[in-house]
């Protein structure tokens, strides 16, 4: 399982921006690791967690017809797309679905960091708990968090059965080496993207969760500059912008 999330995430492609830094993430490679990526949910939650999943995929979804309605060669460039047609503050823009998509993406690699480094006999629930609360409490509003709550005290397994649907036939020392090298290679890639979202003002709220992991891979080039936008428009952030659809209602 986590070999093939740390192969597909290893497979992005690199394209260069209009300002000349090598750090445009390929469309097409980009959204198929995060197809693969969505194993990740499948196989550890369970039903409890089952909308996350869903709207995952939403998420998806909504990149790929932004991406069929203006082809774009760098997730950067269909960001900018819609920033020039007024269209990024859309529920169901690429602009709007990518910055969900990397919260949870950083919540799960926060559950699976905090199961790795959990002291010996401590349950995966509270790892899941402790990664809600860094990356998708902040965003949620008070329903959600309700629900997320739930979801995380009644869907996550035993430490055991976690295991043995995650790491089957290998070691448990094979496992966590597994974990810090999709750690070391996804960080990167959410690091481009949160630095993007935050420059063009998309999202400036953004955090990122792995400073110490992210330099180490990081393209030589990063962007530092705010991309170009329409002289008269400015974007806005709803103040409960959750990491799954139910907080934008």
């Keep these: 399982m986590l070999p093939d999330v740390i192969s597909a995430m290893e497979s992005i492609q690199y394209e260069e921006l209009q300002d000349g830094t090598q750090t445009g993430l390929n469309t097409q490679s980009f959204v198929s690791a995060l197809l693969t990526f969505k194993s990740l949910f499948t196989c550890l939650d369970s039903n409890a967690l089952g909308f996350v999943q869903s709207d995952f995929s939403n998420y998806i979804d909504n990149i790929n017809d932004s991406n069929h309605r203006n082809p774009s060669n760098s997730i950067q460039s269909l960001l900018q797309y819609e920033i020039r047609e007024q269209k990024n503050e859309d529920n169901k823009s690429a602009s709007q679905s990518l910055k969900k998509?990397?919260?949870?993406?950083?919540?799960?690699?926060?559950?699976?960091?905090?199961?790795?480094?959990?002291?010996?006999?401590?349950?995966?629930?509270?790892?899941?708990?402790?990664?809600?609360?860094?990356?998708?409490?902040?965003?949620?509003?008070?329903?959600?968090?309700?629900?997320?709550?739930?979801?995380?005290?009644?869907?996550?397994?035993?430490?055991?059965h976690l295991y043995q649907r995650y790491a089957p036939n290998i070691s448990v020392d094979t496992f966590h080496e597994q974990i810090n090298h999709l750690i070391v290679v996804s960080a990167p890639v959410i690091q481009i993207v949160v630095e993007f979202l935050k420059a063009s003002q998309i999202s400036p709220e953004e955090q990122f969760y792995f400073e110490d992991e992210a330099p180490a891979r990081a393209p030589k080039h990063e962007i530092d500059e705010e991309p170009e936008a329409p002289s008269k428009h400015e974007t806005t952030v709803p103040d409960e912008a959750g990491g799954i659809t139910a907080t934008n209602e």
Excluded: F
């Design 101 to 160: 998509i990397l919260r949870l993406m950083q919540y799960k690699l926060l559950e699976l960091k905090h199961i790795k480094d959990a002291p010996e006999g401590q349950k995966p629930k509270k790892s899941a708990m402790e990664a809600y609360k860094t990356a998708m409490k902040p965003h949620c509003n008070t329903m959600m968090r309700m629900v997320w709550k739930s979801a995380v005290n009644s869907g996550m397994p035993s430490l055991a």
